[in-house]
C-alpha cells in the first residue's frame, strides 16, 4: 500500500482545527462544555485533542525517518534531524509564551514568570524521545518502553511520598507532578493552572505523554505494511476498543485526568484516536470518499505553523488593552466578544461563533499558505 494516507492529513487537520476551536472561546465563563477541559479528574471531548495530536505526530515520525532512509540518509543524520527540529519546536514554544514581551502598551514580561513548559515544549521532548526511541529499538522493544513509562509514572504517583502530604495524592495540590514543578520550575508555570506551581505541561507527567507519542509509531507499523487496508481498518479498531478498556480498567486505582496524564488516560485517549482515525480511515483510504475533507487536509500540511499563528493572535487579543470611557479596563479580545458576537447571540453561542470566526481567519491563512505552495517544514 502507498506510504501516503490521505486520512492522516484529514485527522491531522481536524485536531488542528479542534486545538484552535477550544483555545480561543469568547468567554469560557459561557462555553459548551464539551469545548473545556475537565476541571480534573474525568474528561470531555476537548481531552481528545493534545492527545490525539501526538499519536498522529507519532505515525507521521515513521513516515518521515522511513522516507528519509529511503533518499539515503543515515542513522547520524535522522538523530541530527531529531535534535534540530525538536530544539526548534522547544523555541517556539518558548516565544509563544513570551509574546509580546512587554511590547505593546499595556503588557507585562517577566523572566522571572516567563512560562518554561507549554503545548509545543511537550511536542518537541516527546518527538525527541519518541524519535530516539524509534531510532534505536525494534517494535517489539517499543512496547516495553510504552509498558515501562506508564508503569512507572503509575508507581510513582502512587508510592512516592510528597513532603508534608504523603504518597498516592490526587488532588491539584500534594500530587507528585505538582510538587516537582513547583519544586523545579518555581513561578515559571502557567498562570491559569489549577493551583499555583502546577503545570498541565509539566515535567513528571511529560513521561506518559511519551508512551501515548509511541502508541502513534507503533500504529505506523500497520500502516506501513502492504496488507489489505480493509485489514488495516480491522485492526485499528480492534486495538482501539482494547485500548479504550485497559484504560477504563486502570482508571479503577488511577483516575483518568489530563492535567496529570495519568496512565490511564494514556490508554483511554489512545483508544479513541485509534477508533476515530479508523473510522477516517476506512471512509477516506478504504472507501475512496474524499468529498468535505479538502478544508482538513489544508490545515494539516501546515499544522504547526497555522497553530503557532493562532497562539500569537490570541496573544495580541488578550494583550492589546484600554480603559473605556467608563473607567473600565477591556481587552481587543473582550470588546470584540462583547461589541460584535454578543450583540447577534446569547452568550455560550457567541462565545462559539468568536472561536470559529478564530478557526475562520488560520483557515484563510492556511488556505493562502496552500495555494502558493508554503508548506513550512518545522
Not at 202 to 209: D, F, Q
Not at 274 to 285: G, Q, S, T
Amino acid at each position: 500500500m502507498s506510504h501516503r494516507i490521505y486520512s492522516l492529513d484529514v485527522f491531522r487537520g481536524a485536531t488542528i482545527m479542534a486545538m484552535i476551536l477550544v483555545n480561543n472561546a469568547g468567554s469560557y465563563d459561557n462555553a459548551y462544555p464539551p469545548l473545556l477541559h475537565a476541571a480534573w479528574h474525568g474528561w470531555t471531548i476537548t481531552d481528545w485533542i493534545f492527545p490525539f495530536f501526538l499519536f498522529i505526530m507519532g505515525i507521521s515520525l515513521v513516515f518521515s525517518f522511513e522516507n528519509r532512509r529511503s533518499k539515503g540518509q543515515t542513522q547520524h543524520q535522522l538523530i541530527k534531524h531529531t535534535l534540530k527540529r525538536s530544539a526548534l519546536l522547544f523555541a517556539l514554544g518558548l516565544f509563544i509564551n513570551g509574546f509580546p514581551f512587554g511590547l505593546i502598551p499595556g503588557s507585562e514580561f517577566s523572566l522571572g514568570t516567563w512560562r518554561i513548559p507549554g503545548v509545543l515544549q511537550r511536542i518537541s521532548l516527546c518527538y525527541l524521545s519518541a524519535g530516539l526511541i524509534f531510532l534505536y529499538s525494534s517494535l517489539r522493544y517499543r512496547w516495553f518502553w510504552i509498558v515501562g513509562l506508564t508503569g512507572l509514572y503509575w508507581i510513582a504517583l502512587k508510592w512516592i511520598p510528597v513532603p508534608g502530604y504523603g504518597a498516592g495524592i490526587l488532588e491539584p495540590e500534594g500530587n507528585l507532578a505538582w510538587f516537582i514543578d513547583s519544586s523545579l520550575l518555581g513561578n515559571h508555570t502557567w498562570f491559569f493552572a489549577p493551583v499555583k506551581g502546577f503545570d498541565p505541561e509539566g515535567i513528571l507527567s511529560t513521561i506518559p505523554a511519551i508512551a501515548s507519542t509511541l502508541l502513534g509509531v507503533q500504529t505506523a507499523h500497520w500502516l506501513l505494511n502492504k496488507t489489505n487496508r480493509l485489514d488495516v481498518t480491522n485492526k485499528l479498531f480492534v486495538a482501539g476498543f482494547i485500548s479504550l478498556l485497559i484504560g477504563l480498567i486502570v482508571s479503577i486505582w488511577l483516575p483518568i485526568n489530563k492535567n496529570l496524564w495519568t496512565s490511564s488516560y494514556v490508554f483511554f485517549m489512545n483508544g479513541w484516536a485509534l477508533i476515530c482515525f479508523a473510522v477516517l480511515f476506512w471512509i477516506v483510504d478504504v472507501r475512496g470518499i474524499r468529498k468535505g475533507t479538502k478544508p482538513f487536509v489544508i490545515f494539516g500540511m501546515n499544522a504547526i505553523t497555522v497553530f503557532t499563528l493562532s497562539e500569537l493572535l490570541a496573544g495580541l487579543l488578550w494583550t492589546i488593552s484600554w480603559n473605556k470611557e467608563n473607567g473600565t479596563f477591556t481587552t481587543l479580545h473582550d470588546a470584540l466578544y462583547e461589541s460584535v458576537f454578543l450583540q447577534i447571540a446569547n452568550p455560550v453561542n457567541a462565545s462559539l461563533l468568536f472561536a470559529l470566526s478564530i478557526v475562520g481567519v488560520m483557515y484563510f491563512v492556511a488556505h493562502i499558505m496552500w495555494e502558493k505552495k508554503w508548506f513550512v517544514k518545522i
